[in-house]
């Protein structure tokens, strides 16, 4: 895995389980997750997805894994109990994981992004699937996002979140490279499904929302970003001021296209 460039810590904690309720409808909208049987989510941080994949599948079963004690140990305690005896939580890298039992799906959501290796982690997670097994993916394509009217700090901050990403050996431009990831990786009968959203001033509540969520990401970076020179506190001030203040420009647009990919298991 790549270093992760949000950092552990207590906000971030707080900022995942914030960005999974936030996006739930957009994210789970055109995912047929089987509604039964085990299902793997791997890299699930502080279970912010799992909480959200019990409480819609209440006869799903979940093995969710991470290489983070701390994150499992967050997931753990921010569990309901009755949720409990439905999901095992396991610290491990994904790149040694192999399931106690062969599951029915496999599950990852805004992971990839962060894997130095997204193909060795695919195989590695086939090794766990049945045959014919469903994986659902979901990432970000972040060259699709636009925001209109534009600023050129806060372009400037966007182009370095990237930069930095890339520099930590993750891919912030990953979702179009999935599909050849994942047959490389040896699945097959791929469902591509691009999931484009905007916002603009015919509902000003949800694009006044989508921008404080996003402004909440990007200051997640934002104290590694200007330690290492990427940008400076001027520039992070300005886009601050310019992202939160969108909703109030009569002409104002927010787009942003994520990619989610359901694929099979060949094995």
């Known amino acids: 895995m790549s270093e992760y460039l949000h950092g552990y810590t207590k906000q971030e904690y707080e900022r995942l389980i914030h960005q999974a309720e936030f996006l739930k409808d957009l994210v789970y ?3 047929d997750i089987p509604s039964e049987g085990l299902l793997l989510e791997l890299g699930c941080g502080v279970g912010a997805q799992t909480r959200i994949l019990l409480q819609k599948y209440p006869r799903l ?24 005896p439905r999901v095992q939580f396991v610290c491990s890298d994904l790149s040694d994981f192999i399931s106690p039992q062969p599951a029915d799906a496999a599950f ?15 195989k590695q997670a086939s090794k766990s ?12 394509q972040n060259n699709t996002l636009q925001v209109y009217p534009h600023n050129e700090n806060l372009e400037r901050y966007w182009a ?19 599909p050849g990831y994942l047959q490389e990786a040896g699945f097959r009968e791929l469902n591509i499904k691009p999931c484009m959203f905007i916002y603009n001033q015919h509902d000003k509540s949800a694009l006044k929302a989508i921008c404080e969520y996003w402004w909440r990401l990007l200051n997640s970076a934002a104290e590694e970003l200007i330690f290492k020179g990427y940008i400076d506190a001027e520039t992070r001030d ?7 203040n969108l909703h109030l420009h009569e002409k104002a647009v927010f787009s942003f296209t994520f990619v989610q990919i359901i694929a099979e298991n060949k094995f």
Request: glycine share 4%; hydrophobic share 45%.
């Open 108 to 122: 990852y959501c805004w992971m990839l992004e962060h894997a130095n290796n997204p193909v060795a982690l695919l």
């Open 129 to 140: 699937l049945k045959p014919g097994a469903k994986v659902f993916l979901t990432e970000v």
């Open 238 to 244: 300005l886009s601050r001021e310019h992202l939160l």
């Open 29 to 31: 909208s055109k995912l």
């Open 160 to 178: 370095a979140y990237n930069r930095m990403q890339l520099d930590y050996k993750g891919d912030p431009f990953i979702g179009i490279k999935l």
């Open 61 to 84: 079963r979940i093995i969710a894994v991470d290489r983070s004690e701390e994150a499992i140990a967050t997931a753990k305690l921010g569990m309901k109990e009755e949720y409990l």
